[in-house]
């Protein structure tokens, strides 16, 4: 009989003592069970004990979290949470180095776990960790425990970071600045010291004028990856705290110290993989850094100003500063005028007055810096770009303004420029790490800032570009390249004006794809994006949209292998009533004239081709009307275009190429020569219904582009159906093991032997 459901099979075990075998109620309460183990194995004062989970934190069994005891779990008896907590901090009080070492380091096993932090915290254990912090005695392994010990505790989020005192935040900034230091305390001190600037305002602003930047620099430039990523933790952290004018004054020094060089060269390119951690605290500096945008993307361009207007006169003559400086010499003012407003048309500006255009926010201004960048560090491609454009028709020219304009704005959504930091990395690991009331990995952990709430869902927070770390002007450069990549994409679309969203689309997709590759450098990135041309595109889509609709799982790829055949039998069935049918043809006569019609079918029994001409606008004939006949097995083969004997002696112009996708011949004995029955199909299509029809007469596969199209079809529809009961069900990629043969086959009845 099956136990009940509240009931589970578990072992208890402790030190010393042979394991119990118990079946544990859940509807029993806990200290009852915690009694009846106790009394199993003759121990008194069952309130001095509790359960833990014996694998991983040895984590307290409470009345909350009791439901992940499940059949098969190994708990173990062990002091209660209150008694233990007395016992280590009295620990922390002893004379013995040694012992303080045992202690801390049975602390900070037991840290994670909520239940014992409350009873550590309720006796003052945090005091009492922060006095040998401050006290500085051991700057070893002893200062090393404590301070993950007072980590573990904090980041409970039982007691505030701000309640930290300032001597204390002042000491731990001296173990980060000081030259011969442990190298395990240094990350340990840079991860409170994080933890503290990303909560407290106040605190933060004494950690940032305690810890100077040259000092987070050489912490970076050390080969330990550990200290590496918590002192870009750090790095990161009071940058976020910072106003959006401290910020840009630190970035600033942080580059002309050559951090992004380091970075670049140092951590991405490492022989070291990088870390999750390290990764996010990357995407972090590359948001701040392109957050520095969002100023000159939220500003309108203002006509009134005489700086704006010079470099809107510099974009116009960089690109017709000969054309300009020839016609405009000896003009009015008025002409003047009117010949610049003329080549601000050209330049691609929608309105004669080019800043209407840039009122637009986003982008505003950032527009404005990136077509002047463009100008000025690719000269030659600025100017091919706009003279190109300015000799194609009208309605095919690539408006270079218009689509810098959007460019930019497609750029800024890509790389979310002017949106929240999504800083969701802690968010997951703390997430992580209190499942189950702070599980394995927990350890890694930090607190966040009340102040910059991660954003709930979001998945690609901490994914960064390592592109963007390998010159200065990453945004400027990256456009240099996009807008070169959306006139290529113009050209391959063959594009218009009214097909200007339709571009913008499509080069969306180009750089969306290829940023998600993550390509380590602008030139890998240029070479990458070039790759993905508008067909390749299109491929892709195609590819995915089979995908979601699951065409192109294996047992999908199966089924339509299996259908083939039978659908192949039903599109050459077609083909052959088509040819019994017939089709009127026209005769091509030695002057090119198509002046003459002839009938030709096939015979019910498809034995025969029967044909003859027919005047112009009767009515088809019969079969019997036929004069000619051509029997099936005489043919000897099938020819089309060039190969067919009634267009292959004539030239090459527009009206023979016309004749070469529709003509066709059939090559028959007739006595001693050969001989050849010559068509000229009215179309395509008929074309390929002949020449598949004639192919299935004489064996042979039917290749046309019509076939593939119709077997697609059919597949599709005869797959769907088949499929119908099977919506919304996953189908696996492999189909299940067949388990192995029995050892013999005793069981099987045999029906002949009768019973007595």
Same mark, same amino acid.
């Given at each position: 009989m099956?136990?009940?459901?509240?009931?589970?099979?578990?072992?208890?075990?402790?030190?010393?003592?042979?394991?119990?075998?118990?079946?544990?109620?859940?509807?029993k309460p806990l200290a009852a069970v915690v009694k009846e183990v106790c009394d199993a194995w003759s121990l008194s004062h069952s309130e001095r004990y509790a359960l833990q989970f014996a694998d991983g934190h040895r984590r307290y069994i409470t009345e909350n979290n009791r439901t992940e005891i499940k059949n098969g779990s190994i708990l173990c008896l062990?002091?209660?949470?209150?008694?233990?907590?007395?016992?280590?901090?009295?620990?922390?009080?002893?004379? $013995?180095?040694?012992?303080?070492?045992?202690?801390?380091?049975?602390?900070?096993?037991?840290?994670?776990?909520?239940?014992?932090?409350?009873e550590v915290i309720s006796r003052d254990g945090l005091q009492r960790l922060g006095t040998i912090i401050e006290d500085g005695d051991d700057l070893g392994e002893v200062l090393t425990l404590t301070l993950r010990a007072f980590l573990e505790l904090m980041e409970h989020g039982m007691v505030s970071w701000e309640t930290l005192s300032i001597p204390f935040i002042r000491k731990v900034v001296s173990y980060v600045n000081m030259n011969l230091m442990d190298a395990s305390v240094q990350p340990l001190a840079l991860r409170l010291l994080e933890s503290v600037t990303l909560s407290s305002p106040a605190l933060g602003q004494l950690v940032k004028s305690e810890v100077p930047l040259d000092r987070l620099l050489v912490h970076l430039q050390v080969m330990n990856q550990q200290l590496q990523t918590k002192a870009m933790a750090l790095l990161t952290a009071l940058l976020q705290g910072a106003s959006p004018t401290e910020r840009k004054h630190m970035l600033d020094y942080l580059w002309q110290r050559n951090l992004r060089q380091f970075i670049y060269k140092n951590i991405?390119?490492?022989?070291?993989?990088?870390?999750?951690?390290?990764? *996010? *605290?990357?995407?972090?500096?590359?948001?701040?850094?392109?957050?520095?945008?969002?100023?000159?993307?939220?500003?309108?361009?203002?006509?009134?100003?005489?700086?704006?207007?010079?470099?809107?006169?510099?974009?116009?003559?960089?690109?017709?500063?000969?054309?300009g400086e020839s016609l405009g010499a000896g003009l009015s003012a008025d002409r003047r005028r009117s010949l610049c407003a003329r080549e601000f048309r050209k330049l691609g500006f929608s309105n004669s007055n080019p800043a209407q255009d840039l009122e637009r926010v986003?982008?505003?201004?950032?527009?404005?810096?990136?077509?002047?960048?463009?100008?000025?560090?690719?000269? $030659?491609?600025?100017?091919?770009?706009?003279?190109?454009?300015?000799?194609?028709?009208?309605?095919?020219?690539?408006?270079?303004?218009?689509?810098?304009?959007?460019?930019t704005v497609l750029l800024c959504e890509l790389l979310r420029v002017g949106e929240p930091c999504e800083w969701d990395w802690a968010q997951r690991v703390?997430?992580?790490?209190?499942?189950?009331?702070?599980?394995?990995?927990?350890?890694?952990?930090?607190?966040?800032?009340?102040?910059?709430?991660?954003?709930?869902?979001?998945?690609?927070? #901490?994914?960064?570009?390592?592109?963007?770390?390998?010159?200065?002007?990453?945004? *400027?450069?990256?456009?240099?390249?996009?807008?070169?990549l959306l006139n290529k994409t113009w050209k391959e679309m063959r594009a218009t004006q009214e097909d200007f969203d339709k571009v913008i689309q499509v080069v969306r997709e180009q750089l969306a794809r290829t940023l998600a590759l993550k390509p380590s450098s602008l030139e890998l990135f240029r070479t990458k994006v070039n790759a993905l041309p508008y067909g390749e595109v299109l491929r892709l889509r195609q590819t995915e949209r089979l995908h979601q609709e699951g065409t192109l799982a294996p047992p999908i790829l199966e089924l339509r292998e299996k259908l083939k055949p039978e659908l192949m039998g039903l599109i050459r069935q077609q083909r052959l009533l088509r040819l019994c049918e017939g089709t009127l043809f026209r005769k091509i006569s030695s002057r090119r004239r198509q002046d003459k019609l002839w009938f030709c079918c096939l015979s019910p029994n498809h034995k025969v081709l029967q044909y003859g001409d027919v005047e112009e606008g009767a009515s088809p004939p019969t079969l019997e009307s036929l004069p000619e006949q051509l029997p099936v097995a005489d043919i000897k083969a099938l020819l089309t275009g060039k190969d067919?004997? *009634?267009?292959?002696?004539?030239?090459?112009?527009?009206?023979?190429?016309?004749?070469?996708?529709?003509?066709? $011949?059939?090559?028959?004995?007739?006595?001693?020569?050969?001989?050849?029955?010559?068509?000229i199909a009215p179309s395509k299509r008929e074309f390929h219904l002949w020449t598949d029809g004639l192919s299935a007469?004489?064996?042979?596969?039917?290749?046309?582009?019509?076939?593939?199209?119709?077997?697609? #079809?059919?597949?599709?529809?005869?797959?769907?159906?088949r499929l119908l009961e099977l919506e919304n069900v996953p189908i696996p990629e492999q189909p299940p093991p067949i388990p192995p043969p029995p050892t013999n086959f005793n069981f099987c009845y045999d029906c002949s032997i009768t019973e007595p």
């Open positions: 099956a136990p009940p459901r509240n009931v589970v099979k578990i072992a208890v075990q402790k030190p010393d003592a042979i394991p119990q075998l118990i079946r544990l109620d859940q509807a062990s002091t209660a949470p209150d008694l233990e907590a007395e016992r280590l901090l009295s620990g922390l009080q002893s004379g $013995s180095r040694e012992r303080r070492r045992e202690t801390l380091q049975h602390l900070v096993l037991l840290a994670p776990d909520v239940t014992f932090a409350q991405i390119h490492s022989a070291t993989p990088l870390g999750d951690e390290m990764a *996010h *605290h990357l995407y972090v500096l590359q948001a701040l850094t392109l957050g520095l945008l969002e100023p000159r993307m939220r500003t309108p361009l203002d006509p009134y100003s005489p700086e704006q207007r010079e470099q809107l006169q510099a974009l116009r003559q960089a690109a017709f500063e000969s054309e986003p982008p505003g201004l950032l527009a404005l810096d990136n077509m002047l960048y463009f100008s000025r560090h690719a000269p $030659s491609a600025y100017s091919r770009f706009v003279l190109e454009n300015s000799s194609r028709e009208d309605k095919h020219e690539c408006p270079f303004a218009r689509s810098s304009i959007q460019l703390w997430e992580r790490g209190t499942e189950g009331q702070r599980g394995p990995g927990a350890a890694h952990t930090f607190s966040l800032s009340p102040s910059c709430p991660p954003a709930p869902g979001s998945e690609t927070a #901490q994914d960064f570009s390592p592109m963007f770390f390998g010159q200065d002007q990453s945004f *400027h450069e990256l456009f240099c390249v996009s807008i070169q067919c004997p *009634h267009v292959r002696e004539k030239g090459s112009g527009k009206q023979n190429k016309d004749l070469y996708e529709l003509a066709f $011949s059939v090559s028959y004995d007739h006595g001693e020569e050969e001989a050849y029955l010559n068509f007469l004489l064996g042979s596969p039917m290749g046309s582009e019509q076939t593939r199209l119709d077997l697609e #079809q059919l597949l599709t529809m005869e797959t769907k159906l």
